[in-house]
């Protein structure tokens, strides 16, 4: 039986709630089908441990996390302390230092989730967004000059290298391939001159070598704007850090909201371990009360064992979850249930188990 070695960072908020609920279905998943067995080992870091010891992980967090298979992260980020010390010191870093540059995000939508929009089917709304995942608009490049001073200057620069951008493109091309997908780029080169004429191009000339593939290039404005009204254009979609960040938001509402919408950082190449996660953040609203909803979580793990390999088990845990909306009988409030965040974990279990 081959044993997977998962790093957990639960994180803060409502973090560690959901993470819960995805380990106990992780676990039964893996024993139900006796081919492998997960290793947990937890990591207390986050806003928390910030408070602590002054820093979001420990200084040889990264050294520590790099002899995992896997990591499963819940949440990060934290009322108490400031976003961008806890998001660029936790989640960013790991996603930058592993090269976790590819984002797979799942834009489904399940029968029985809720969809806000009229023509909202399982069939109009089944996306797979590939974001890129380390530079772009979050390449961290910057300065902050006369700080506090009438002649204040902030300059955030986007970093779009060729290797970056030439890599999440193909990534995105063999995907449209291998599936048999339309792929879309989303850009932005009307307005920004430099990064996202560079994109287009680069679209243009990786998409020479995949002549099978139909392609389809937006601009971001009317992206969104297509995302609701006619949404079955988009199959496969490539597009960079921040546009993909915010259409991924706007995706899970598509698909019934943001405790149904998760996310894969993925290292292809498998040199560092890759990382899997909900999309939603910590939701300091309703942390702690039980009720925010693992579904989320759930969908992670079920790209985690896409990712070892088990293709057959990330469907049964989706099938669960669609199973689970399709009855409507323990959902939490986000979904208009009443339920607790552990009866929806211990429900996914009762399927896959086949007691309920
Ligand atoms: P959020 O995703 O935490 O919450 C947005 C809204 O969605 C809230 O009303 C929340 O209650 C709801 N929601 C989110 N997840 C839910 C779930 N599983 N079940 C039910 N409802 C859910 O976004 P935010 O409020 O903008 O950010 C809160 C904090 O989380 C900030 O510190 C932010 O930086 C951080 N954040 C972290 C991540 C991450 O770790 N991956 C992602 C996004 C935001
Ligand atoms: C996400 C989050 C992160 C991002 C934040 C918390 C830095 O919103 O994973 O979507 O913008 O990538
Ligand atoms: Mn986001």
């Excluded at 002549?211 to 389809?216: G, L, R």
């Excluded at 099938?319 to 689970?324: D, F, G, R, S, T």
Aim: with cysteine; charged share 25%; aromatic share 10%.
């Amino acid at each position: 039986m081959k044993k997977y070695k998962i790093a957990v960072i639960a994180g803060d908020g409502i973090g560690p709630e959901v993470v819960n609920e995805g380990m106990k279905v992780m676990k039964k998943a893996a024993e139900l089908d006796g081919r492998l067995s997960f290793e947990f080992t937890y990591f207390p870091w986050g806003c928390e441990y910030y408070l602590e010891h002054g820093k979001m992980m420990a200084d040889d967090g990264m050294e520590q996390l790099k002899e995992f298979d896997a990591i499963y992260l819940g949440a990060v980020g934290f009322p108490g302390v400031p976003d961008h010390i806890s998001l660029w010191d936790l989640l960013l870093r790991i996603r930058k230092d592993f090269d976790q540059y590819v984002n797979i995000r799942p834009i489904q939508l399940l029968n029985g989730a809720p969809c806000p929009i009229e023509n909202g089917t399982k069939e109009t709304i089944d996306m797979l967004f590939i974001r890129e995942n380390s530079e772009g608009e979050y390449a961290g490049a910057g300065d902050w000059l006369f700080k506090g001073k009438p002649e204040e200057v902030v300059l955030q620069t986007g970093v779009f290298s060729r290797k970056g951008t030439e890599r999440i493109i193909r990534y995105a091309f063999e995907t449209a391939s291998k599936n048999g997908k339309t792929l879309t780029s989303i850009s932005k080169a009307n307005a920004l001159n430099y990064s996202m004429v560079f994109w287009d191009e680069v679209f243009e000339e990786v998409s020479k070598g995949y002549p099978h593939v139909k392609t389809a290039s937006y601009l971001v404005d009317a992206a969104a704007m297509l995302m609701i009204k006619d949404p079955k254009r988009f199959e496969v979609v490539v597009t960079s850090n921040l546009f993909g960040d915010i259409l991924t938001d706007l995706g899970a509402a598509l698909a019934g909201g943001m405790g149904l919408a998760a996310g894969a950082n993925i290292n292809p190449e498998r040199i560092y371990p890759s990382m899997f996660e909900p999309i939603h953040g910590s939701a300091p609203d309703i942390a702690g009360q039980g009720i925010a909803n693992p579904l989320a979580a759930v969908w992670s793990a079920s790209q985690m064992f896409d990712f070892f390999g088990y293709e057959d088990i990330g469907k049964q845990l989706l099938n669960a979850i669609e199973e689970l909306l399709e009855t409507q009988s323990v959902l939490t409030p986000d979904l208009g249930g009443t339920s607790t965040t552990s009866e929806v974990g211990d429900a996914v279990v009762d399927i896959l188990t086949g007691s309920m």
